[in-house]
């Protein structure tokens, strides 16, 4: 069940082991020029997330609320510690895949909607990521900003085999196209993968609204010089916005360090407006 709903923004602290804790902020936008939010975001004591859903008919509203709601169950779930934390993540995407699959039975006017997912499930100094679709996750670590996902994209893969350069993807006219979502088929494939935190890292996870628009020089320096994580995440946003702000926009900041503890969780963006169980 989903705790606390704020369309726009908040900020929260959660405890992890030997004093460390994450410090974390999100934001969802609309942008400029959207009617509708199609991104979900959610944010707790253990689990981040952001979904970014596409679909004609509401689907990317509701694929993404989906998303959310299956991610709050696993949170629900989860005991103190000791959790096999990919495992875990990945039976999140199988419940994601059942959920779009009834939902689209029941409603033939979704059928074939989507959504992406990148996801962080935290213990103590160790946290799983998973991954699928355009949205990314990023690890600023002693003063450089890395990129820990890989686009699920035509223009990712054609960067892989040599054939464009990442100058040419940014510019490439279909380079919104996705090749791998989850959309109810299968149990969900996923990127999976188990990493070890060190205190004074700071972390993004967004949707491609933020970005198609902010480079990665702007990224890093917005990362840098903001100490605050929500008005870091509020800056991120402002920069999409102002760069044209074609598509939603939802990005999740949090630094792992000494930092007080808290136990709230909230939801961000289209799953705020749906109660929507998996």
Same mark, same amino acid.
């Given at each position: ?8 923004? /908040?900020?929260? /602290? ?8 994450? +410090? ?10 959207? &009617? ?11 689990? *981040? ?11 990317? &509203? $509701? ?7 299956? #991610? ?10 000791? #959790? ?11 419940? $994601?895949?059942?959920? *779009? =699959?009834?939902?689209?039975? =029941?409603?033939?006017?979704? =059928? ?5 997912? !990148? ?5 103590? &100094?160790?946290? @799983? ?6 949205? +990314? ?58 990493? &070890? ?7 993004? $996870?967004?949707?491609?609204?933020? !970005? ?6 702007? *990224? ?5 010089? $903001? ?22 926009? !939802? ?15 909230? #939801?961000?963006? @289209? ?5 929507? !169980?998996?």
């Amino acid at each position: 069940m989903l705790v606390k709903c704020f369309n726009q923004c /908040f900020t929260a /602290f959660m405890a992890q082991n030997e004093g460390l804790a994450l +410090r974390y902020a999100a934001r969802s936008d609309v942008g400029v020029r959207r &009617e509708a939010n199609e991104d979900s975001g959610y944010a707790s004591a253990r689990l *981040l997330a952001v979904a970014d859903g596409m679909g004609g008919h509401a689907g990317g &509203e $509701i694929a993404s609320s989906l998303a959310v709601a299956a #991610v709050a169950a696993l949170d629900a779930s989860l005991p103190g510690s000791g #959790v096999d934390l990919k495992a875990a993540l990945k039976g999140v995407a199988r419940d $994601i895949n059942q959920a *779009l =699959r009834d939902t689209a039975e =029941r409603e033939p006017a979704l =059928r074939g909607m989507g959504t992406t997912l !990148t996801a962080m499930l935290w213990d103590g &100094e160790m946290f @799983a990521l998973a991954h699928v679709g355009d949205s +990314r996750a990023y690890m600023l670590r002693d003063g450089a900003l890395y990129q820990i996902t890989h686009d699920h994209t035509l223009v990712q893969s054609l960067v892989d085999d040599g054939r464009i350069t990442p100058e040419q993807a940014a510019e490439h006219p279909r380079r919104s196209m996705v090749l791998r979502v989850l959309e109810g088929t299968g149990d969900g494939e996923l990127d999976l993968t188990l990493r &070890e935190a060190q205190p004074g890292d700071r972390y993004l $996870i967004c949707s491609d609204g933020l !970005t198609a628009v902010v480079g990665p020089e702007t *990224l890093f320096n917005t990362l840098t010089e $903001i100490d605050d994580p929500d008005e870091a995440a509020r800056r991120l946003i402002d920069l999409a916005n102002r760069g044209g702000g074609p598509d939603n926009i !939802t990005c999740i900041v949090a630094d792992f360090g000494a930092h007080p503890s808290g136990a709230e969780r909230f #939801v961000v963006g @289209a799953a705020t407006e749906r109660k929507l !169980t998996p």
